[in-house]
């Protein structure tokens, strides 16, 4: 069955074009996904991101749970800051990637993929339970809401409707922290992150409290289609595209974010992970077609008529007018301005590889 955000009537009200995404009826867009992706890298526009999970876990041994769990240093963390963090299994293979929160000394937040909230939640029990840590773990995704307000004036867009907070208070903000406020009137917590590569701000509220929030917010409304799109732009995963528990799994080493893995801290695959560093045949790589033609997911690349990786994902990017994507290829092609073909509809189209952001 699947499942709606608390916004769900507003999008219908709107006559917004929904599809399912990870067990979640949500809207891929409004008008015209081009119009939407304009409006965040020009102005402001607002998404329903309510089917992200919100994970809240809390007691004496909270941090040091979501430390052992996830590859970022969530120690390292003062309370009122956040970082984003990959989720590994024992053979350092990507299950999720999060946005971490500190919300306290024995309290954290974490906000995994779509559809991955349930199974987050009994992995952090089961080895809560098995370390015998003192830490409760709720899974309040269905409790909440969360907005996320992208463009170069989402400052203004968000600190009109921020009752305590203002323009003083939203701009002391630096990326990655978040602080608590009233929001038309509803309390919650503001954070200075987004997934578009642009200025922004998420806002999770209570369900209740959503509808009104989202009303009082002066943005264009966007769908999924632009986010995708604005995320692509700046290279950014989409999990069950870059990685998936299937036929694609990955490392981070691989997926390009090893940045977010602290090998000094002990979580679980750390040493699986310190194995593999050196031991990477495949890279996560940029690339932008030289000829016409749209890159999708699953498609071949290949050099001189052999194939060396496959197209994660694709677009004709709305900010540049030209085909880039994303895809795994041998390390051996993988450096900048390497010469690779992307075979689309059975036809190879010239591609140079090229290093995300590619705004």
């Not at 016409?292 to 007018?321: N, Q």
Request: glycine residues 12%; contains cysteine.
């Amino acid at each position: 069955m699947e499942r709606s955000p608390p916004l769900h009537s507003v999008h219908e009200e709107h006559g917004a074009r929904t599809t399912e995404f990870g067990g979640w009826t949500m809207p891929v867009r409004y008008g015209s996904t081009k119009q939407e992706h304009r409006a965040v890298r020009e102005a402001v526009g607002k998404f329903d991101v309510s089917h992200m999970g919100r994970v809240r876990v809390r007691g004496d041994d909270a941090v040091e749970l979501t430390d052992r769990l996830t590859t970022n240093d969530v120690s390292g963390l003062a309370v009122g800051e956040a970082h984003y963090s990959t989720v590994v299994d024992e053979d350092g293979y990507l299950i999720d990637d999060v946005l971490v929160y500190r919300m306290a000394d024995d309290d954290c937040m974490f906000v995994p993929n779509a559809g991955n909230d349930g199974e987050m939640v009994d992995r952090w029990r089961e080895h809560g339970d098995r370390w015998g840590l003192d830490a409760s773990v709720e899974n309040s995704t269905e409790d909440t809401g969360m907005v996320a307000v992208q463009g170069p004036d989402s400052l203004d867009a968000v600190s009109a409707v921020a009752d305590d907070l203002g323009v003083d208070g939203l701009s002391s903000l630096d990326r990655f922290e978040w602080t608590c406020g009233y929001f038309a009137d509803a309390g919650g917590v503001v954070s200075r992150t987004g997934y578009t590569g642009e200025e922004g701000f998420e806002l999770v509220v209570d369900a209740d409290d959503a509808e009104t929030v989202w009303r009082e917010l002066e943005a264009e409304p966007c769908g999924l289609g632009a986010r995708d799109t604005l995320r692509l732009e700046m290279g950014f995963l989409l999990a069950g595209n870059e990685f998936d528990r299937g036929d694609n799994m990955r490392a981070p080493w691989e997926a390009g974010v090893g940045f977010v893995v602290d090998l000094s801290t002990d979580f679980v695959g750390r040493d699986a992970l310190e194995a593999k560093e050196d031991d990477v045949d495949e890279r996560l790589v940029g690339f932008v077609l030289e000829e016409r033609g749209v890159p999708r997911h699953g498609y071949t690349i290949e050099v001189d008529g052999e194939k060396v990786g496959v197209v994660s994902s694709g677009t004709m990017s709305p900010s540049l007018d030209e085909p880039i994507g994303l895809g795994y290829v041998d390390v051996e092609h993988a450096e900048e301005c390497a010469e690779i073909q992307v075979v689309v509809r059975d036809e190879p189209k010239r591609a140079r590889v090229e290093e995300p952001p590619f705004v």
